[in-house]
C-alpha cells in the first residue's frame, strides 16, 4: 500500500485508499439504483411523501442504511426539491402537478461508505425554459467532473461549472456547496461551485467528494423557510440540482454514483 495514502491534507481532506473504492463504488450504486427504480412512480397526482415512502421502501429492500433519517433531526430517506425549491425540499402532501420539476436527493451508507447522489425529475411534460434549466445544471456538473484530475483545483472545478452557467444566462447558487465524503457523509473540502482556475486546495489521488451545482433561472439568493431545511429561490425562479460522488483517480475520476440503468440525466424519458 502507497504510504501517502490514508492520510489527511493540510486543508483537512482526507485521502483514501485504493481498497476504498471498492466501499464507495457500492454505496454509490445503490444509491443511484433507487432514484433509477423511483422514477417511473415520479407523475402528475402522486405526493413527495409517496415518493419518499418508496424511497424508504427501497432503502429496506435494499438492505443499506439511509444517510439522512436521523441526520441533524432530518426525519426522511430523501430530500424532495421541486421548482423553486433550491434543496432540502422535505417530503410531504405536496401534490405533483403536470410540468413540475423536481429533484431528488438520496444518501445510503453501505459497510459504513456514504453514497450520496441527486438528479431531476419531471412529472408530465416539462415547459422548454424549465428542460433547458435542467440541461445546463447537468451540462455543468459534467463540465465540473471534467475538471477532475491530479493536479487540478478546486476552483477550477467552481470555475468550470460557473463559467458554463453564466454563459447560458442562468446563476449558480452560493449558499450550499459539495463535500468531502466517504466513512462520514460531510467532510472536508467544501466543494464551491463557483471560482476562479487555480484557486483552492490542489486534487490529489484518493479524495472522494460531491460535486452538486444547484442553478437558479433567475437570481442566486436563496432563503432557509421556517421549517428550518426547506432552501428557496428569493425571487420565486425555477431551480435545479444534479449531483454525483467521485473519486479521483490517477488520471481523472471515478463517479461513483452513475445511474445502472443509464437514467441519470433525462430520467423522464
Ligand atoms: N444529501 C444532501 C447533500 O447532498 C444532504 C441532505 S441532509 C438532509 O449533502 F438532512 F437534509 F437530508
Ligand atoms: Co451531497
Ligand atoms: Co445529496
Known amino acids: 500500500m502507497n504510504d501517502i495514502r490514508g492520510r489527511t491534507t493540510k ?3 482526507r485521502i483514501y485508499t485504493e481498497a476504498d473504492f471498492a ?7 445503490a444509491a443511484a439504483e433507487i432514484l433509477d427504480n423511483v422514477a417511473p ?5 402522486v405526493t413527495t411523501a409517496a415518493l419518499d ?5 427501497e432503502v429496506t429492500r435494499m438492505g443499506v442504511i439511509s444517510a439522512t433519517i436521523g441526520y441533524k433531526g432530518y426525519k426522511h430517506a430523501s430530500c424532495i426539491s421541486v421548482n423553486h425549491v433550491v434543496c432540502h425540499g422535505i417530503p410531504g402532501g405536496k401534490v405533483l402537478a403536470d410540468g413540475d420539476i423536481l429533484n431528488i436527493d438520496v444518501t445510503v451508507i453501505v459497510d459504513g461508505w456514504y453514497g450520496d447522489t441527486s438528479r431531476m425529475f419531471v412529472a408530465g411534460t416539462p415547459a422548454r425554459k424549465a428542460e433547458r434549466l435542467i440541461e445546463v445544471t447537468h451540462e455543468s456538473l459534467m463540465r465540473g467532473i471534467a475538471a477532475v484530475k491530479p493536479g487540478n483545483t478546486f476552483g477550477d472545478i467552481g470555475f468550470a461549472i460557473q463559467s458554463y452557467v453564466e454563459q447560458n444566462r442562468m446563476s449558480v447558487v452560493r449558499d450550499f ?3 468531502g465524503l466517504g466513512l462520514v457523509f460531510h467532510a472536508p473540502p467544501n466543494v464551491l461551485h463557483y471560482g476562479r482556475p487555480g484557486t483552492g486546495p490542489v486534487l490529489e489521488e484518493g479524495m472522494f467528494f ?3 451545482p444547484m442553478v437558479n ?5 436563496t432563503k432557509v423557510l421556517a421549517d428550518d431545511w426547506t432552501a428557496v429561490t428569493r425571487d420565486k425562479s425555477l431551480s435545479a440540482q444534479y449531483e454525483h460522488s467521485v473519486g479521483v483517480t490517477a488520471d481523472g475520476c471515478e463517479i461513483f454514483t452513475l445511474s445502472p440503468a443509464d437514467k441519470f440525466f433525462r430520467t423522464w424519458e
Open 41 to 45: 412512480l415520479v407523475k402528475p397526482g
Open 177 to 179: 456547496c459539495g463535500h
Open 53 to 57: 415512502d418508496f424511497i424508504t421502501a
Open 11 to 13: 486543508e483537512g481532506i
Open 23 to 29: 466501499g464507495m463504488r457500492a454505496a454509490g450504486r
Open 210 to 212: 460531491t460535486i452538486e
Open 217 to 221: 433561472l433567475g437570481r442566486p439568493e
